[in-house]
């Protein structure tokens, strides 16, 4: 069974950063396609960005493309989304998932998923 856990979500001011972790459980977790995720109130989640099982390839929204900065550690089986430029519109919950197929957009490609981390953006 594997598990992901998030953290590192906060309330921070507009131009501010966080860093969102994903700890993952599993022996195989640097064989897949990890990507983070958010949805906003009233909204349907949305892909962020997402890396490939080594972390050499890494693919971004548009909305957060030059702030946002995905990357993975597997010695430690963790992704990370490191958020710079943060801006109100960026508040959501934040999930990391995980998928079997390469470079993946739609949640509905990517099969187990975290609980998630407030992420709020104060103007």
């Known amino acids: 069974q594997v598990q992901l856990v998030e953290s590192g979500g906060g309330l921070v001011q507009a131009g501010g950063s966080l860093r969102l972790s994903c700890a993952a459980s599993g022996r195989t977790f640097s064989s897949y396609t990890m990507g983070w995720f958010r949805q906003a109130p009233g909204k349907e989640r949305e892909f962020v960005a997402g890396t490939s099982w080594r972390g050499g390839s890494t693919y971004y929204a548009d909305s957060v493309l030059g702030r946002f900065t995905i990357s993975r550690d597997n010695a430690k089986n963790t992704v990370y989304l490191q958020m710079n430029s943060l801006k109100p519109d960026d508040t959501a919950v934040y999930y990391c998932?995980?998928?079997?197929?390469?470079?993946?957009?739609?949640?509905?490609?990517?099969?187990?998923w975290g609980q998630g981390t407030q992420v709020t953006v104060s103007s």
């Open positions: 998932a995980r998928s079997t197929i390469v470079s993946p957009r739609d949640s509905a490609l990517f099969d187990y």
